[in-house]
């Protein structure tokens, strides 16, 4: 399968809009639900080229009643209703599919105001951008948000971003961090160390803080670190199986992962009965494809592998169509492409390379 992602307001009021993807020779729609805050360029679109979103949101209504009782609840859309529904009926109109994507842990607001149930690292700093999905109460929002997001809604299935642990790393505000430390202490500052998380170590939580401080402070590898992983990632795994156990069996669930154990959302998380793990291949490098391969050997044989690939900068769009013959040599059998509404006049034709190359040798492929 092939699909392009797009976001609401790339589709409302942009009568061309579903023409363009069919051109590009796309039948299915990967549509922002539930997403976190941001400022994206919408260089096609006839009223406006730029959308502001100041904060996580639900682009489908909150209803109170399937909220009653949560501390963590997502806010709506604030410029329209229900932008998801308006854009998925357009789509649909068209003779797209559309799937649900969602942004699980990655909520600024929640971390924010909630600070208790965000990632902390091992010197006691939050990061409001991360909620940790040990604690249930981070678990129950997001198997919430998952069942509000397909409930009566024209969907083939959902997909789940961000339902792992997020680190350090976070390209928001005017990040002023990028290079102050080595690849090995930023690992190490991206350790959840909040309450949730300490409990399920195996070792004591203020030896094993105290060791990790030593090791990013000299820069060093920790064997505490190694010892944590599993606990970092069995995390992961509880929030999945608690969205795809509130989905049920009828909803087709598509993840992103990686098989780098350190990964926010390893191959070893991913629960059985996802239908499709897609692996981040924005890079045009062809250790991407090696990734790709990794987690074709190391996930069950009915789970299909798929890569996400973007047109924009800095990648080289004639790079493109190569970028996906190695991917589809490596294994993936789904073709994500970032992004329908991101990419200006210049690049929209790399999206059709990209669906032609996916499509070359199909047959002989699977």
Not at 47 to 76: D, F, K, M, N
Not at 341 to 359: E, F, K, P, S
Request: glycine share 6%; charged share 15%; proline share 9%.
């Amino acid at each position: 399968m092939i699909t392009g992602h797009a976001y609401p307001w790339d589709v409302l009021g942009d009568p061309d809009f579903p023409a363009r993807v069919s051109d590009h020779g796309i039948s299915e729609v990967t549509l922002a639900c539930a997403y976190h805050a941001v400022r994206a360029a919408t260089p096609l679109h006839p009223s406006h080229q730029v959308i502001t979103a100041p904060t996580s949101a639900s682009y489908r209504p909150v209803r109170p009643e399937a909220w009653a009782g949560h501390r963590l609840v997502p806010v709506s859309w604030p410029d329209a209703p229900n932008p998801f529904d308006d854009a998925t009926a357009v789509l649909t109109g068209a003779g797209l599919g559309v799937t649900a994507w969602l942004v699980l842990t990655h909520n600024s607001r929640l971390g924010t105001d909630c600070p208790d149930v965000a990632v902390v690292n091992c010197f006691g700093d939050r990061y409001p951008h991360a909620l940790c999905p040990r604690w249930p109460e981070v678990q129950r929002y997001a198997a919430t948000l998952a069942v509000e997001a397909v409930r009566g809604a024209d969907v083939s299935g959902v997909l789940l971003e961000a339902w792992g642990q997020q680190g350090i790393a976070h390209a928001g505000m005017h990040d002023k961090t990028t290079g102050a430390w080595s690849p090995t202490a930023t690992r190490l500052l991206s350790i959840c160390c909040c309450t949730a998380c300490q409990q399920a170590w195996p070792l004591d939580p203020a030896q094993a803080m105290a060791e990790l401080r030593d090791a990013v402070r000299s820069h060093r590898e920790s064997a505490v670190a190694e010892e944590i992983r599993a606990t970092k990632a069995a995390g992961a795994a509880q929030l999945l199986s608690t969205v795809v156990d509130a989905l049920g069996p009828d909803i087709p669930v598509t993840v992103f992962t990686d098989p780098d154990p350190w990964s926010a959302t390893p191959v070893t998380a991913v629960d059985p009965r996802v239908t499709t793990a897609v692996v981040s291949a924005w890079s045009t490098d062809p250790a991407r494809a090696t990734a790709v391969a990794a987690a074709r050997a190391a996930l069950p044989p009915d789970i299909t592998v798929g890569a996400y690939v973007t047109v924009l900068p800095p990648v080289d769009p004639q790079t493109v169509p190569a970028h996906v013959q190695r991917l589809r040599a490596a294994g993936a059998r789904q073709l994500n492409l970032y992004h329908l509404g991101l990419a200006g006049t210049d690049r929209q034709w790399a999206l059709g390379a990209a669906v032609t190359a996916g499509q070359a040798g199909r047959e002989t492929a699977v």
